[in-house]
Nanobody
Framework: QVQLVESGGGLVQAGGSLRLSCAASGRTFSSYTMGWFRQAPGKEREFVGGISRSGTSTEYADSVKGRFTISRDNAKNTVYLQMNSLKLEDTAVYYC?????????????????WGQGTQVTVSS
């Protein structure tokens, strides 16, 4: 069992930056692919990006490529989402997820555990 807790969300002006964190419980964090997803009001949840177990490989949705960066610290059981040049359309609830058998570069991969989400609101 893995418990995930996101933090770092908030209100930011367009063009600004935020860094989200996702802290995981348990001693097997490094055995999980980690992903970030988001869901805006009235829209389906979408894949933001994924990171491999070692942290050496990442994948991003086209909508965030070049602006968002995922990293992880396996010693701290934490995955991060650095968001720069934020746009109004980035407003959403952001979730981290852990997948034991999924690939970091598969947007439709199966994730086993999910956090409760953190709200990111970008204002003009």
């Amino acid at each position: 069992q893995v418990q995930l807790v996101e933090s770092g969300g908030g209100l930011v002006q367009a063009g600004g930056s935020l860094r989200l964190s996702c802290a995981a419980s348990g001693r097997t964090f490094s055995s999980y692919t980690m992903g970030w997803f988001r869901q805006a009001p009235g829209k389906e949840r979408e894949f933001v990006g994924g990171i491999s177990r070692s942290g050496t490989s990442t994948e991003y949705a086209d909508s965030v490529k070049g602006r968002f960066t995922i990293s992880r610290d396996n010693a701290k059981n934490t995955v991060y989402l650095q968001m720069n040049s934020l746009k109004l359309e980035d407003t959403a609830v952001y979730y981290c997820a852990a997948g034991a058998g999924t690939s970091w570069n598969n947007p439709r991969g199966k994730y086993d555990y999910w956090g409760q989400g953190t709200q990111v609101t970008v204002s003009s």
